[in-house]
C-alpha cells in the first residue's frame, strides 16, 4: 500500500529555516505529482506547495512564495519542503500528499485532486 512520511519538523525561531522530507513507498514515485498542505491550530487544511512528476515544474500559495521551496528526488523516493524566513505564522501540522495522475505537469492545489496522504510533522515557529 501507499505510504507518505514526513519528517523535518521542529521547533524554530521566526527567521529561522526548516527542511522537510517526505519518504514514499508503495508507489512509482516518479510517475507522480506530490504536494505539501498545512493545517495551523483552528484553520483548516490549506495548500503551501506543489511539484510535478519530473520536478520541473513548481507552484506554490502566496503565502509561502518565495520562501519555500519543494523540490524531489525521484532516485530516492522523496519530496523537500525547504522553508526559509519563517513566520509564527507558518506555525502547523505540514503533510505531504500525492496526485494518482501519472506524468501530470498541471498544478495541484486543490486538497480534493489528492489521493494519498502522511500523517504529517509539526513545524513551531516562535516570535
Not at 514514499?24 to 483548516?44: C, H, I, N, V
Not at 503565502?63 to 505564522?89: C, H, W
Request: with cysteine; proline share 3%.
Amino acid at each position: 500500500q501507499v505510504q507518505l512520511v514526513e519528517s523535518g519538523g521542529g521547533l524554530v525561531q521566526a527567521g529561522g529555516s526548516l527542511r522537510l522530507s517526505c519518504a514514499a513507498s508503495g508507489l512509482t514515485f516518479s510517475r507522480y505529482p506530490m504536494g505539501w498542505f498545512r493545517q495551523g491550530p483552528g484553520k483548516e487544511r490549506e495548500f503551501a506547495a506543489t511539484i510535478d512528476w519530473s520536478g520541473g515544474s513548481t507552484y506554490y500559495a502566496d503565502s509561502v512564495k518565495g520562501r519555500f521551496t519543494i523540490s524531489r528526488d525521484n532516485a530516492n523516493n522523496t519530496v523537500y519542503l525547504q522553508m526559509n524566513s519563517l513566520k509564527p505564522e507558518d506555525t502547523a501540522i505540514y503533510l505531504c500528499a500525492a496526485v494518482m495522475m501519472p506524468f501530470s505537469s498541471r498544478w495541484h492545489s486543490r486538497l480534493s485532486e489528492y489521493d494519498y496522504w502522511g500523517q504529517g510533522t509539526q513545524v513551531t515557529v516562535s516570535s
